[in-house]
């Protein structure tokens, strides 16, 4: 299932955020990316009606199998992209902001030849 970029962004940190915190609320991802609470709600809306989020009765957001799936996929993009920027010179921060544009745009054939290309596993 195809989901755009801003859909990858918002599994990709939940994904990041799970992997820092027990549970994950609205007000993780509105502090994760500044938006407001209307605008989380929304999106969180609507990931669950497409299939890529649960949210318990207790308001706990977990990725769904096809969720994790798009959110693991575009997460090591992030970083290996991230890691080749840095390894020819790019600072970190400017390695990790230029990654997240690249991730979502970027071909599996090209990423995986990259990828095999600077040995990164």
């Keep these: ?3 755009k970029e801003s859909g990858e962004n918002y599994l990709e940190a939940i994904l990041v955020l799970s992997n820092n915190n027990d549970h994950v609320r609205a ?3 509105c502090n994760y990316f500044g ?3 209307p ?3 929304a999106a969180i809306k609507q990931y ?3 299939g890529f989020i649960n949210v318990d009765e207790n308001n706990f957001i977990t990725l769904t199998d096809d969720g994790l799936d798009i959110a693991k996929k575009i997460y090591e993009k992030h970083q290996v992209i991230a890691k080749i920027l840095m390894s020819v ?3 970190d ?3 990790y902001a230029d990654a997240c544009k690249i991730e979502h745009d970027l071909s599996d054939e090209s990423f995986y030849a990259l990828k095999r290309h600077f040995s990164f596993k």
């Design 39 to 41: 605008t989380v709600s």
């Design 35 to 37: 938006f407001s609470r």
């Design 89 to 91: 010179g790019v600072k």
């Design 1 to 3: 299932m195809k989901i």
């Design 93 to 95: 921060e400017t390695a």
């Design 48 to 50: 669950k009606a497409e």
């Design 27 to 29: 007000v993780d991802i």
